[in-house]
């Protein structure tokens, strides 16, 4: 790994520019998302509450949010945030917001940029490489981030380790993510969730996303294909367009010639 | 498109320009003679309105000798045999016709500029207005000298004909109508017109260009995008729809046809697309409730008067309420009024606090004065909704008022 990989947060109330900030960040290689929160409650949790993390290098944060009665909620969290911090945060931050009218209050709060919506590529890029040039060295040597999918349980985050997760679910505008014996929502799409966890997950079906290793069994029936997943009875239907790319996933995954990420 | 809004953009920065800015399209191709129209009236408007007026100067200069003219008559006739109340009654009379040809020549003048009538047509109706009046007056003073000939200076009785009066009063009011008329009250009233043409159409056009800021919220417009780019992968189809929303939005707002009022049900259906928008960006954050009555849908109003009313109870609203809320949007027709609420069940405001938006609802305020004077506007915020609600006064009625 020549390239420090920026373990990033994202506050962000819309699905879709959540999901696309998401999208951006994790396939732009420099970053890889480990909580992507709808508000300043989830956003707190995520700093605090998750006890395998190591913690964050930048968070992503919209300025109007809804939900919040501040109509600058996300310039208020991260004032809040630096005070908690003694005004010297372990993290930066990067702002982004749909017109230039906070320029000047994000320059007097010291965000490390500013992102304008609609977000590209390449302003993600340059942005990401700004962060982590102005990240201090011990930080840029430090270990790539648990993989873990932060999901929602009523008002309570989970925190669910990729190893233990059977598929996830979209279903009327939302995300679900299955396992063993639980359900919960998740606040990405599978577009955004698929870039995050890489290659061993494939989406077989428009509203599902399975990690190859939990695939039990892949049933045929009358020109309908589905999969049994391990842990539960969970069926997944495979799309008929998607069924022979999904077979030869599995198949070259069984013989053991899973391919290496790099 | 995109040019257009930045040029509203600016518009924004810089109010005081907002006015010259906008009569270059209210003149149409004659930008640098409107301008210089309008310097003009604000000199003259700078002068002061004493007795120096020239207006007034040239209009004494004309009476005064003509009524220092009858006052040796005056005491002729006084030290005469006529009673000092005829006298008075006569010399009344002759003043009397200065001033009723002042009023009725301005009157006919401020008529034809308003109805927009040609020159020639606006110089017959002051020569008959003219004649009429002269000729009134003159009958009255011709009935007063012959009853009293002995007034008459010098005394020659035949001479007070009727074939005199008449020629008399001709001649009169052509010299009045060419006098007043031709070099005094017609560009003064020309003048007045043209002032309050100009106002109209700045008036009109500043709300043009407020209401397409409004429609056109850089805001609202770049977070779309960005969410439409955000669903691309994941929902196409619901991409496709929005892009068509918006396109749809764009099209109506943008709209030049000229007519700025179209039915309710217009504005509902735009409004409609306008919060499909904000309900599938902040999915379970912001529901919509629309409850228009059937015979409020065919009432005029001022195109997108409601928007801005729209945007403030989903942005001030329900989206700063913890887990969202509801926006309600009714109308409905009574007492002789269309009324349109729109309610939200957000924070609200305390009561002589500033509502938060209230540039949008001074937007709103004038051009509905704009559209009647009749038209009002309220907000109340108690037991947990914000409520504004809009009465606009029956199309036939506005209608009548405008033509009035």
Redesign the interface.
């Known amino acids: 790994m020549t390239q420090p990989v920026l373990r990033a947060l994202v506050l962000e109330?819309?699905?879709?520019?959540?999901?696309?900030?998401v999208?951006l960040l994790e396939g732009s290689g420099l970053a890889r998302v480990v909580a992507a929160c709808a508000d300043t409650m989830q956003a707190g949790v995520a700093l605090q509450g998750d006890p395998g993390s190591s913690g964050i290098d930048v968070a992503f944060v919209d300025i109007r949010l809804?939900?919040?009665?501040?109509?600058d909620a996300g310039v208020g969290w991260i004032r809040s945030v630096t005070a908690a911090h003694d005004g010297d945060c372990p993290f930066q931050f990067v702002l982004t917001t749909?017109?230039r009218e906070h320029a000047l209050e994000a320059y007097q709060l010291g965000v490390a940029d500013y992102l304008?919506?609609?977000?590209t590529k390449d302003r993600v890029l340059s942005c990401l490489r700004r962060v982590a040039s102005a990240m201090p060295p011990r930080q840029a040597t430090s270990e790539p981030p648990p993989r873990r999918v932060v999901a929602r349980d009523g008002k309570n985050l989970v925190f669910v380790s990729v190893d233990d997760v059977c598929a996830f679910e979209?279903a009327e505008?939302l995300s679900y993510v299955y396992l063993a014996d639980a359900r919960y929502e998740v606040d990405l799409?599978?577009?955004?969730l698929a870039s995050s966890l890489g290659s061993e997950f494939v989406r077989v079906h428009r509203n599902w996303l399975v990690p190859l290793g939990a695939v039990r069994t892949l049933e045929r029936d009358s020109g309908e294909s589905r999969l049994v997943l391990t842990g539960g009875d969970l069926r997944v239907p495979v799309a008929r367009d998607r069924v022979t790319a999904v077979r030869d996933a599995l198949l070259s995954s069984a013989v053991g010639l899973r391919r290496v990420q790099t | 498109m995109a040019a257009k809004v930045s040029d509203l953009g600016e518009a924004r920065a810089r109010p005081a320009e907002l006015v010259e800015g906008s009569e270059h399209v209210a003149e149409g191709g004659a930008p640098a003679k409107a301008r210089r129209r309008h310097d003009g009236l604000r000199a003259s408007a700078a002068l002061p309105n004493g007795l120096l007026n020239t207006r007034r100067l040239v209009w004494f200069g004309y009476v005064c000798p003509i009524i220092l003219g009858a006052v040796p008559m005056t005491i002729r006739a006084v030290t005469d045999v006529a009673p000092v109340w005829v006298v008075v009654l006569d010399w009344s009379l002759c003043i009397g016709t200065f001033i009723a040809i002042y009023a009725s020549l301005l009157r006919t003048y401020r008529r034809s500029l308003r109805r927009r009538h040609t020159l020639v047509r606006t110089c017959l109706d002051a020569f008959i207005t003219c004649l009429v009046v002269t000729l009134v007056l003159n009958l009255l003073r011709y009935g007063v000298r012959l009853a009293f000939p002995h007034m008459l200076l010098p005394p020659e009785p035949d001479e007070a004909t009727l074939t005199r009066v008449l020629a008399s009063s001709i001649s009169n009011a052509s010299i009045f109508m060419v006098v007043w008329g031709g070099i005094f009250l017609f560009p003064l009233t020309y003048r007045r017109a043209e002032r309050r043409r100009v106002q109209v159409a700045v008036a009109r056009r500043e709300a043009e260009v407020l209401r397409l800021r409004a429609h056109l919220d850089?805001?609202f417009f770049?977070?779309t995008?960005?969410?439409?780019?955000?669903?691309v992968?994941?929902?196409p189809e619901e991409a496709r729809r929005m892009i068509g929303l918006l396109g749809d939005l764009f099209r109506d707002a943008a709209h030049d046809g000229g007519d700025d009022v179209h039915p309710l049900a217009d504005e509902i259906a735009w409004l409609e697309r306008y919060a499909a928008i904000h309900e599938s960006?902040?999915?379970r954050?912001?529901r919509f409730v629309w409850d228009v009555d059937e015979r409020a849908r065919a009432e005029r109003v001022p195109r997108l008067v409601l928007q801005p009313l729209v945007e403030n109870a989903v942005?001030?609203g329900v989206?700063?309420?913890?887990?969202?809320g509801t926006v309600r949007v009714r109308a409905r027709v009574d007492g002789g009024a269309l009324v349109c609420v729109v309610e939200d069940d957000g924070?609200g405001f305390a009561p002589g606090a500033r509502r938060?938006g209230a540039q949008g609802l001074s937007i709103v305020e004038r051009r509905l004065r704009l559209f009647s004077r009749d038209a009002s506007l309220s907000v109340a915020s108690e037991g947990g909704v914000t409520r504004v609600t809009a009465r606009l006064p029956l199309a036939e009625e506005a209608r009548a008022e405008i033509a009035a």
């Open positions: 109330d819309e699905w879709a520019a959540r999901n696309f900030l999208e809804a939900g919040e009665p501040q109509m749909a017109s304008v919506k609609p977000f979209a505008g799409s599978l577009s955004a | 850089p805001h770049l977070n995008l960005n969410t439409i780019s955000g669903l992968t994941d929902d960006r902040h999915r954050m912001v942005l001030h989206l700063r309420r913890r887990g969202g924070p938060a």
